[in-house]
């Protein structure tokens, strides 16, 4: 009997980036969908159901922010997690105000996405909770 797998979102506009994290959170037991823009991003998560959303803070189309506010007017239960190179200029208030459940610093805390993410949709889990 197959288990079913997480599906997570994934919006970053680096094709590199997106390869990688899809195929590391595949590796994983992660399903995963990714999307180049904020629009397309803000799309899939209007239609479909996620376990977890990924941000990108710089997105050629709107703010990671911003989408993750959008996100917010129609779905405040799904976790969302910032995941950006500009993690250190990043106001942690102001990301949870948007409604992030964390935020990590890519490439440095790639290593340590899954384990985040099984804390956030998992609550057996004893991964970390990354605030």
Do not use: W
């Not at 948007?98 to 610093?105: E, H, K, M, P, S």
Request: hydrophobic share 40%.
């Amino acid at each position: 009997m197959n288990e079913v797998q997480p599906a997570i979102l994934f919006v970053d506009d680096t094709a590199d980036t997106r390869e990688l994290i899809e195929f590391s959170l595949r590796q994983d037991g992660f399903q995963v969908t990714t999307a180049q823009t904020g629009d397309d991003g803000l799309a899939l998560a209007q239609a479909n159901s996620y376990a977890l959303i990924i941000l990108d803070i710089g997105l050629p189309d709107r703010d990671g922010l911003e989408l993750c506010r959008e996100i917010r007017r129609f779905d405040d239960q799904t976790p969302i997690l910032l995941y950006t190179a500009f993690a250190d200029l990043l106001d942690r208030e102001e990301a949870k105000t948007a409604g992030a459940q964390g935020c990590l610093r890519k490439p440095e805390d790639t290593a340590r996405l899954a384990s985040v993410i099984h804390s956030l949709i998992d609550p057996q889990h004893n991964g970390e909770r990354q605030t």
